[in-house]
């Protein structure tokens, strides 16, 4: 069974930190770019950054580039999101799906979900 499990949101005050988890299990990790994306109540959810498999490619959306950062340990099955200077409208459910990036964007069908995990900025 295929399994995405994020982890490390939380509550945190605007211009604050968090680093998020992605743990994947039942799925050839080193064969899959994984994405990250974010839906607020209300809204639509946006595909917000993604890395390739040797993670020789990254990509982040217009909203979070330069304040978020993606990276991968496929010893450890594992990609992260360190995001840094947190905004009030960073506060979403954020969940890790596994499928296709280039710098360009996140790309092909994202087949296999995480549950999601809650972030919220408090102003």
């Known amino acids: 069974e295929v399994q995405l499990v994020e982890s490390g949101g939380g509550l945190v005050q605007a211009g604050g930190s968090l680093r998020l988890s992605c743990a994947a299990s039942?799925?050839?990790?080193?064969?899959?770019?994984i994405g990250w994306f974010r839906q607020a109540p209300g809204r639509e959810r946006e595909g917000i950054s993604c890395?390739?498999?040797?993670?020789?490619?990254?990509y982040y959306s217009p909203s979070v580039k330069g304040r978020f950062t993606v990276s991968r340990d496929n010893a450890k099955n594992t990609v992260y999101l360190q995001m840094n200077s947190l905004k009030p409208e960073d506060t979403a459910i954020y969940s890790c799906?596994?499928?296709?990036?280039?710098?360009?964007?996140?790309?092909?069908?994202?087949?296999?979900w995480g549950q999601g995990t809650q972030v919220t900025v408090s102003s």
């Open positions: 039942g799925l050839p990790f080193d064969d899959y770019a």
């Open positions: 890395i390739s498999v040797t993670d020789s490619s990254t």
């Open positions: 799906a596994a499928g296709g990036c280039t710098s360009a964007g996140l790309t092909g069908s994202y087949a296999y």
